[in-house]
């Protein structure tokens, strides 16, 4: 499985921005996103299984964030509306076959896209 995140960048708080996360080789994957912060651990942000019928988020984006894919374009995305300074990490996908709950450790993982939240 090889996961390609796009959709990072610079944005003030209160804006929104999209991130892309598109898969290759095995699709039928559950798919999420985590994100780290400097000097902080990696952490979950949301999954979603590949029929899309089970959804997870963290706590910190629920009524924020919004994740959806589209198994035709081999595609997961992230809409982050109302962001927040805190917001602010490298923003990571990550794929598995499985996904139960958000206490998720998948096995693929691409590489990050920054995303930036000023004040």
């Known amino acids: 499985v090889q996961l390609q995140a796009s959709g990072g960048g610079l944005v003030q708080a209160g804006g929104s921005l999209r991130l892309s996360c598109v898969a290759s080789?095995?699709?039928?994957?559950?798919i999420g996103w985590f994100r780290q912060a400097p000097g902080k651990e990696r952490e979950f942000v949301s999954a979603i299984n590949w029929s899309g019928g089970s959804i997870y988020y963290a706590d910190s984006v629920k009524g924020r964030f919004t994740i959806s894919r589209d198994n035709a374009k081999r595609t997961v995305y992230l809409q982050m509306n109302t962001l927040k300074p805190e917001d602010t990490a490298v923003y990571y996908c990550a794929a598995d076959l499985l996904l139960e709950s958000s206490d998720w450790y998948p096995d693929y993982w691409g590489r990050g896209t920054q995303v930036t939240v000023s004040s």
């Open positions: 080789g095995r699709t039928n994957n559950a």
